[in-house]
């Protein structure tokens, strides 16, 4: 297939279009390079520097088979502060995509949600029945664009499908995660090991688990990638499915941090910090359906291979 992927110079883009050049599929990306970088775009690929909204009718003129649609700002607490940024930045561009699809008959889309659409859950394993409640502006654009899709999946005979991804980890060869403004728990951990800070925040050892921290669902970025592969292969036109997407193993802030303190042998300090507002105890995603319907499976849910794959690709960028 010909696929514009949107987003494809940052993390879960770049690996993506580099498994589907594997796959055999001819790959176009477009990013503005906000949050991505142009050297993450796969050999081979061409790559449109241009933000969607001034470019996506023309790129689309040139005939694809389908869009990944990875492109979107995606930090939460600026989503709460700057809400404009992610209301336009993320729901009117995707508006612009779609309409843009319309008009040039443009049949696939896969999208990446985000497990933020469920807000704090009434109980885990969160399964795609569960009510969409948002507890950020983040979220809320997310959940709005799903929305979106649905209704012009059903008028207009689009295939969508909406992958709602948990916390996205690890890292494939030269593809990985670069983000100027870290939020996600084992970069930011490996940031310690590589000497960039110096110790982390552990919010909260007094939660309701196993061993008092918060309880995340990580899957790794070459599952995430796999599962895009199907999503594109069982859209079906005129209709949206949705499907979450998580390795189904819950692991704690503290094994976070002793998995990387075990694979880069420093010993991490880290401090324990006050709860922050908002933190659901645990989040862990049901994929059952992603399983039944797609025949995904993860493959890569040992955490320790996870963060291997993760400080591997660190190291990799303070050598180069
Ligand atoms: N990383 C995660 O853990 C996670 C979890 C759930 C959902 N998601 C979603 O997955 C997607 C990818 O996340 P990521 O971590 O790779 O983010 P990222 O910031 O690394 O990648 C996003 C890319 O989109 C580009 N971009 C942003 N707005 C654009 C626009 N208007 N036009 C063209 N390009 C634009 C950026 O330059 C960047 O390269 C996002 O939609 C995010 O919301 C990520």
Redesign the pocket.
Known sequence: MKLLV??G?????SVCAARLVESGHEVVV???????HADAVPDGVRLVEA???DAIGDVLAEGFDGVLH?????LVGESMVDPAKYWH?NVV?SLRLLDAMREHGTPRLVF?S??ATYGEPDQVPIAETAPTRPTNTYGAT?LAIDHAITSYAAAHGLAAVSLR?F??AGAYRRFGER?GVET?LIPIVLQVASGRRERVQVYGDDWPTEDGTCVRDYIHVVDLADAHLRALEHAAAGEHRIYNLGNGLGFSVKQVIDACREVTGHPIPADVAPRRAGDPAVLVASSEKARTELGWKPERVDLAGIVRDAWDFTRSQQGA
């Not at 110079?9 to 883009?13: H, L």
């Not at 477009?30 to 991505?36: E, K, N, V």
């Open positions: 949107t987003g110079a940052g993390y879960v883009g477009l990013d503005d390079l906000s949050t991505g933000g969607i909204d990875f492109a979107a700002k995606s930045g561009t990446s985000t497990a997310k991804y916390n996205v983000h996600h």
